[in-house]
């Protein structure tokens, strides 16, 4: 997964995934507030995703909240989220 705030774009670990935000693994989260733009490469394609950062912590990462998505990459996100729960 990657993101960005206006800025270069950063690789990260997902930590954790549910249909209404994520919390990646990164030492260097912006503020509290930031809207970013999410990358997601998966084997069905592309998600694109805005969103919201609602937590940080430079140890930890930071836990974002989906803002806004298409269509299309919701289904894929919910299809990501039947094979992970499986």
Known sequence: MAWTANGPRN???VRDLSAGGVFVSTLKPP???????LLF???EGEMRIDGIVRYADTE???????TRMGTADRARLQE???????
């Open 31 to 37: 503020a509290v507030g930031t809207v970013i733009q």
């Open 11 to 13: 690789v990260c670990r």
């Open 60 to 66: 930890k990462g930071m836990g974002v909240e989906f």
């Open 80 to 86: 990501l989220l039947r094979r992970l729960n499986r």
């Open 41 to 43: 490469v998966l084997p």
